[in-house]
């Protein structure tokens, strides 16, 4: 299992963004992933897959999206990477988030213990369909006046339609660009001062 997670990466449709704290964010980086729809990964294959990676020696794990704000940016940077499954029917494909009801039926719970006081559920969801959905996607949804939502789905394990991927979170904190570049200069500019003059 942990094979099929780590050889999904390959040949699939990435990205790697940071959210940046001068863009409001938490400095942590996130990496979407999307594999070709014969390589779809269940929950707990994305679950492993997020945990094998590593940033800055920090171990991923399944993205907890856990405010409007962070659920504004994921949208922003992925949502349109995920296609419709077929052009006219309003599914997309999917990404698997780090939020699960497995312990108790209903009561939600995401994987690093946060608070779960936000959600973005599609009307109608969370619904168990069939007594046996646990796991939660995001997707995008086509509406009729032709626009375009964004929420999330409970689902079984193991979902079929469309292309299935997920999003790891690494709870770094990778500073401003800006300030980076003006921490590098200052020790530049110290070991030139402290280099021994001939
Ligand atoms: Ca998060
Ligand atoms: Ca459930
Ligand atoms: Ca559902």
Not at 35 to 58: C, G, H, Y
Not at 143 to 160: H, P, R
């Amino acid at each position: 299992m942990v094979v099929l997670a780590a050889a999904t990466i390959s040949g699939a449709t990435e990205k790697e963004f940071v959210w940046l704290p001068s863009n409001g964010g938490n400095g942590h980086i996130y990496r979407f992933v999307l594999p070709d729809e014969d390589m779809n990964v269940t929950w707990e294959q994305a679950k492993i897959a997020s945990s094998l990676m590593d940033r800055f020696s920090v171990p991923g794990h399944l993205a907890t999206i856990t405010s409007s704000e962070e659920n504004d940016f994921i949208r922003f940077q992925t949502a349109y990477l995920m296609q419709p499954i077929i052009p006219g029917v309003i599914e997309s494909d999917k990404a698997w988030m780090g939020l699960s009801d497995t312990a108790i039926e209903g009561q939600y719970e995401w994987i690093t213990g946060e608070p779960f006081v936000f959600s973005a559920w599609f009307d109608g969801e969370p619904n168990n369909y069939g007594g046996d959905e646990d796991y939660v996607t995001y997707s995008n949804l086509q509406l009729a006046n032709g626009g375009v939502s964004f929420g999330w789905n409970d689902e079984m394990n193991s979902v079929t339609r469309g292309r299935v991927g997920y999003l790891a979170e690494f709870d770094v904190f990778v500073p401003e660009p800006a300030s980076s570049l003006f921490v590098m200069l200052t020790l530049l500019s110290l070991l030139c001062l402290t280099r021994p003059r001939r």
